[in-house]
């Protein structure tokens, strides 16, 4: 017999939460066309196309002031990687 009680749902369910990782990810930042071209001539300090493989996913990688911001979109890297740049600013 066991002489603990039974844990409810909300108990555990309150427990795993309080030993979830959360993973702070940056919000992509909606921009125009012009305005990708402008971040991309000022910012962008290489760019390099990783094609994919079996075991990598392939996609756009856009090194800028000491950091790097990856998406398989080359739209959504620049805005991912003008976003990561405006939250290090401020």
Do not use: Q
């Not at 979109?73 to 620049?78: L, N, T």
């Amino acid at each position: 017999m066991n002489d603990y009680p039974e844990a409810s749902d909300v108990v555990v369910i309150a427990n795993l939460r309080k030993r979830e990782l959360v993973e702070k990810r940056t919000e992509p930042l909606e921009m125009t066309d012009s305005e990708i071209i402008d971040w991309v001539a000022d910012r962008c300090e290489k760019h390099l196309y990783r094609m994919p493989t079996v075991m990598y996913e392939g996609g756009h990688e856009i090194y800028f002031d000491g950091g790097m911001a990856f998406a398989p979109i080359f739209r959504d890297a620049v805005c991912l990687a003008a976003a990561i740049v405006g939250e290090l600013n401020s």
